[in-house]
């Protein structure tokens, strides 16, 4: 398939796009430019997300997609009740990764990665088990390092954001594709704007 045939394709898709969809995507952006900003609010707007997402990617056999979203979900749980633990100290907890919790993520995307694709591949009727669950297994070890306050974060969100968009088009969710493309321009930023905030935490300790 050439370009032309995927762009046609892809305006196909945005026009058949549903008003979930079109909400579960507004959320979306939300949930990711408020983590962006390092706000605590980023949680209760993903998880909405998150919901509704499960449902459509359930309808198109996504099914390591779904599992992840659950994931998403118990993790945005987990994050929110951090964040507001220590909301006294938001700006002063971004750090990078010890090399026990970089070495913590990849095992998190390798085992992940092969349990996903066995189930996948032999128990379920997916047609992307590789795919499926690279996606799935890289924003796994993402997940875990944002509610950490980790800005690793943003590199394994991204390295699964960029394998998503092609798949999420192949499924026929366009403006999923869409929002995943947002989310991969802005974990940029994001990744940019938590080494700013990292650096401005090492001058008040120097000071």
Known sequence: ?????WFMLFQQQIVKTSLIEWIAVGFGISEVLLAKKNNIWLYPTGIISILLSMFLLLKVKLYAETLLSMYY????????????????????????????EITIAVLISTIGFLILYIVLKYFTDSDVPIWDAFVSSTAWAGMWLLAKRKIENWIFLNISNLFAIPLLIHKKLAMFAVLTTILFIVAIFGFIEWKKIEQKRKLVLAN
């Open 1 to 5: 398939m050439n370009f032309q045939e």
């Open 73 to 100: 979900l118990v993790m945005s749980i987990y994050g929110w009740l951090l964040w507001k633990k220590r909301k006294l100290e938001v700006q002063i907890q971004v750090s990078w990764c010890t090399n026990k």
